[in-house]
T-cell receptor
Framework: EAGVTQFPSHSVIEKGQTVTLRCDPI?????LYWYRRVMGKEIKFLLH????????ESGMPNNRFLAERTGGTYSTLKVQPAELEDSGVYFC?????????????FGSGTRLTVV | AQSVTQPDIHITVSEGASLELRCNYS??????LFWYVQSPGQGLQLLLK??????LVQGIKGFEAEFKRSQSSFNLRKPSVHWSDAAEYFC??????????FGGGTRVLVKP
């Protein structure tokens, strides 16, 4: 089966610009998660979708970040306007169950650099 | 507070030698525990997970981990390291809710 796909793999943008990251989960996985790792820090949870609904968005840093999952398939994470501190690697993960029983499958990540 | 600590930021090991990566968690009950590996240019790959039962868990690529409740630890081991094991390793747990809490990661370098 195809894994979790993220693109772009890399993005370099200027401060103040807008960037949209995309994640395609494993087909049939209702649960989709976004995580972020900024330089030298831990991987941090951003939010969790169940189908098209936001189950938990407690990790979203501020209102410059907007995540959507229209139709319950792929998801986008938009950063507008981007700031320097938004640089990092953004990971997407999907799972069959929200209990974690079957594990979470991660994508390769999008490395975002804001200059 | 719920947290995961990986005390070693970097570990260098010779090829063929054994490897042990430490992981300690802070949580009031037994969480679900995971080890992930990120090889250069790759995503996070699940090595193994522990939910309950046998405290010695076997994973992929010859890795195993042992859950020790008394020490709040979930250390990862491999008896004989291969050059392809050079990567960054992350311990994580899932407590209440659906999100994973990660440790800071341990980068493993393998010497020929």
């Amino acid at each position: 089966e195809a894994g979790v796909t993220q693109f772009p793999s890399h993005s370099v943008i200027e401060k103040g610009q807008t960037v949209t990251l995309r994640c395609d989960p494993i087909s049939g996985h209702d649960n989709l998660y976004w995580y972020r790792r900024v330089m030298g820090k831990e991987i941090k949870f951003l939010l969790h979708f169940v189908k098209e609904s936001k189950q938990d968005e407690s990790g979203m840093p501020n209102n410059r970040f907007l995540a959507e999952r229209t139709g319950g398939t792929y998801s986008t994470l938009k950063v507008q306007p981007a700031e320097l501190e938004d640089s990092g690697v953004y990971f997407c993960a999907s799972s069959l169950s929200d209990s974690g029983l079957y594990g979470y499958t991660f994508g390769s990540g999008t490395r975002l650099t804001v200059v | 507070a719920q947290s995961v600590t990986q005390p070693d930021i970097h570990i260098t090991v010779s090829e063929g030698a054994s490897l042990e990566l430490r992981c300690n968690y802070s949580y009031g009950a037994t969480p679900y525990l995971f080890w992930y590996v990120q090889s250069p240019g790759q995503g996070l790959q699940l090595l193994l997970k522990y939910f309950s039962g046998d405290t010695l868990v076997q994973g992929i690529k010859g890795f195993e981990a042992e859950f020790k409740r008394s020490q709040s630890s979930f250390n990862l081991r491999k008896p004989s390291v291969h050059w392809s094991d050079a990567a960054e390793y992350f311990c994580a747990f899932k407590a209440a809710g659906n999100k994973l809490t990660f440790g800071g990661g341990t980068r493993v370098l393998v010497k020929p």
